[in-house]
């Protein structure tokens, strides 16, 4: 790294006209276009605007991402310097605002926070995480089964995560609602919209279901959390919890949904599938180098000017990573990425992501169990006409619309009295990292599965 700048009249300021936008329909559209741009006319590092009159240096290259990521302590995260400049009702700050959890703080507290969150995810049972999402996913596929045609975004890959999360959580049906409403505003579909209320509402509800948690404690991620050793107070775990919503429903949704895009729009999959070879795995790592659902955050704040592979780079002012960015830096390209996972989608370093596992868990099951659900699944519309959210911080298509034959499923009743599908036998049986073509041959080729998705490859 370059000596730190000790004069900030040193650090040269772009015009305003020359700030590449991270927002709105163009931007959504096509990033990797933007990124390239950005790396021709700077390098590493580029001058970006995260609003209208927000500015940002964005990150595009992987060796400065991987840096940055490995030097909290040059590169904190914590926003409170910079985010008194920012106007109250910027859709931005319910996003980049301090809070007090572990993606904010550096050193001995990073550590403290850190370990209640890790120890407390290290308790799920993936087995039974497995058995859950089956049964949710069995669940929703169920109700659009018969009609032939689906969403996919709204009906299936964003409500799966809330159902997964409400069972990790332990979470009563009188919070759910509440949750998602809030979720959405502050980091799905509705970013932009009254953010400000929604802030507030979303971190009202997680306070109440924390009070709820510790007077009622269960067998749940929120009850483990309060009863960790470190002693968190109510206010940290609020914290923690609104970490582990933000790092899940959206994340999870748009992880789920652009693999299914690809495996319905990307013709470079066509061999694979058709010999019936390629691993739902592989297509998630596909997705996580070339569509990453968290493209542009990692964001943090150097502690004082610095001089960073040829930039200055502002004290107190936010610089984003793009691990969209620099996923797809040319330095790192490589045609075969299935298994490759030295991707920055999960991040790196100290902040790296502590539910690696069970993220990757949910969206292959989903992706599973929806395509042998629905075997001759294929775009209702051109794959070109999808439409991405223009949102800068998230990797997510707005609508992901399908047709399929309509399936019949009988249902059998859970004592509660809900419909719920019949679980298969062998439905907990199946390891995570077993290729589908493995596990389900058989059964594929008895349905003609990989022979006639090869001939739905519309190509991007």
Not at 71 to 81: A, G, W
Not at 260 to 287: H, K, Q, T, Y
Request: aromatic share 8%; charged share 20%; hydrophobic share 40%.
């Amino acid at each position: 790294m370059s000596s730190p700048v000790a004069d900030s009249s040193q650090v040269p300021s772009c015009p305003a006209h020359d700030l590449i936008p991270l927002y709105g329909p163009e931007f959504a559209a096509n990033p990797g276009k933007v990124y390239d741009e950005l790396r021709r006319r700077y390098g590493q590092i580029a001058p970006v605007e995260l609003e209208p009159g927000i500015s940002a240096m964005l990150v595009v290259g992987y060796d400065a991402a991987l840096r940055i990521l490995h030097d909290p302590e040059t590169f904190p995260k914590d926003p409170r310097r910079w985010q008194g400049s920012v106007p109250p009702d910027s859709p931005l700050l319910p996003v980049m605002a301090y809070r007090p959890n572990c993606v904010y703080t550096v050193g001995a507290e990073h550590a403290r926070l850190r370990s209640v969150v890790a120890d407390s995810m290290a308790r799920v049972d993936l087995y039974a995480l497995r058995v859950e999402v089956e049964r949710a996913a069995d669940s929703l596929i169920s109700r659009f089964s018969s009609a032939g045609e689906v969403e996919l975004v709204s009906q299936y890959a964003a409500t799966l995560p809330i159902l997964v999360l409400n069972y990790l959580f332990g979470c009563p049906p009188s919070f759910e609602d509440r949750l998602v409403a809030g979720c959405r505003i502050v980091l799905g579909a509705d970013y932009g919209e009254d953010s400000e209320k929604g802030n507030a509402d979303l971190t009202q509800c997680v306070t109440e279901l924390v009070a709820h948690k510790r007077s009622q404690p269960g067998a749940d991620v929120i009850s483990w959390m309060a009863a960790h050793p470190v002693g968190l107070a109510s206010e940290e775990l609020v914290h923690q919890v609104i970490l582990l919503i933000a790092g899940t429903l959206e994340p999870e949704k748009s992880l789920i949904a652009n693999a299914l895009r690809l495996l319905l729009a990307d013709d470079r999959f066509a061999g694979n599938l058709s010999s019936g070879s390629l691993p739902i795995e592989d297509a998630i790592d596909e997705v996580l180098w070339s569509d990453a659902p968290i493209s542009n955050f990692g964001i943090t704040y150097p502690r004082r000017n610095l001089d960073f592979y040829g930039v200055r780079l502002p004290a107190d002012q936010p610089v984003v990573l793009s691990f969209a960015g620099a996923n797809t830096d040319p330095s790192v390209h490589n045609d075969s990425r299935g298994g490759n996972r030295a991707h920055l989608a999960w991040s790196a370093g100290p902040h790296s992501c502590l539910a690696q596992e069970a993220a990757r868990l949910i969206a292959s099951v989903a992706i599973e169990k929806l395509l042998d659900r629905l075997p001759d699944l294929e775009l209702a519309v051109p794959a070109d006409e999808l439409v991405w959210a223009p949102n800068p911080f998230f990797r997510t298509l707005e609508r992901l619309p399908v047709r399929f034959p309509p399936v019949s499923v009988p249902l059998a009743r859970q004592d509660n009295g809900r419909p719920e599908v019949e679980e298969r036998p062998d439905a907990a049986d199946r390891p995570l990292s077993v290729p589908v073509a493995a596990r389900m041959g058989t059964r594929r080729q008895a349905k003609r599965w990989w022979t006639s998705l090869a001939n739905w490859w519309d190509g991007r």
